[in-house]
């Protein structure tokens, strides 16, 4: 079963509390469920929902999507790094985005049963790269989001602890560079000395203990909204 796209609308636009138009320009692009999309191809659905400010509707979808992480630029800003803080946001003519896999795959769950899941979309991630540890990693990510920093935040410390406690045998590293791979992480290297130790004004000693990854935000908004055991279904 797939829900009608209004009422696909009115999920997104709950969960992200993004106005109709916004929330319906994020349903029609996923909804094309390509891994990549142009600019060009962003403003024509804009001017499909709005002609006159279609261009300013587009550009907005752009700024939003890459926020809540559901898209991301291609372009970087610096060469040899994909991290999330690396991307330039152009929104003009041929400038192409990805959506992360773990997005597509949390769509897909939405799309059918009216509920945006992270483990869900975890588990089809690691279906689809074939990762036999799918039970424990799941169990390690529940871990690594609840203790997030500012829900946002968490230190390779969090990911060695976690995987610890549930009895990983795999290399820890190899499994952060899957968890980057699905886009349901990305480190936090854009950080400078004067910019880390202001951080470590709110976190002392977080950013001490090596290198810091950010959450996705669209993927384990439930949970950073203080949400967690929820999904968009209870507000039907």
């Given at each position: ?18 106005d109709?138009?916004?929330s319906r320009?994020?349903?029609?692009l ?10 060009d ?6 001017r ?6 279609a261009?300013?509707l587009a550009?907005e979808?752009?700024?939003v999507?890459e926020?809540w992480?559901?898209?991301l ?6 060469d ?5 803080s690396n991307r330039?946001n ?11 896999g773990?997005?597509?795959f949390a769509?897909e769950?939405?799309?059918?049963e009216?509920v945006?899941d992270?483990?869900s979309a975890?588990?089809?991630?690691l279906d689809k790269?074939k ?8 169990d390690i990510?529940e871990d690594?989001?609840r ?21 990983y045998?795999?290399?820890v590293d190899?499994l ?10 990305s ?9 880390r ?9 977080f950013s001490k ?6 959450l996705?935000?669209?993927l384990?908004?439930?949970?950073l909204k203080?949400?967690?055991?929820e999904n968009?279904?209870s507000?039907?």
């Open positions: 079963m797939v829900l009608p796209q209004p009422r696909l609308i009115h999920l997104v636009k709950h969960l992200f509390n993004e109709d138009k916004i320009m994020i349903v029609e996923l909804q094309a469920g390509k891994p990549r999309i142009n600019f191809e962003i403003l024509s659905t804009a499909s929902i709005e002609k006159e400010n261009k300013n550009m979808t752009c700024l999507m926020y992480k559901l898209m630029p291609v372009r970087t800003k610096h040899g790094s994909i991290q999330w330039l152009r929104p003009e003519s041929r400038e192409e985005y990805e959506i992360p773990c997005i597509t769509f769950h939405l799309k059918s009216g945006w992270w483990r975890v588990k089809d991630y790269i990762e036999s540890n799918q039970r424990i990693i799941i990510t690594i989001v203790n997030a920093y500012l829900k946002r935040f968490v230190n390779k410390l969090i990911l060695q602890e976690a995987c610890g406690q549930h009895n045998l795999g290399n190899t952060i560079v899957e968890l980057k791979g699905g886009g349901i992480i480190p936090c290297v854009e950080y400078s000395l004067f910019s130790k202001s951080f470590e004004k709110l976190i002392k000693g203990t090596g290198p810091f990854y950010e996705n935000r669209a384990f908004v439930l949970e203080g949400c967690e055991g968009s279904k507000h039907a």
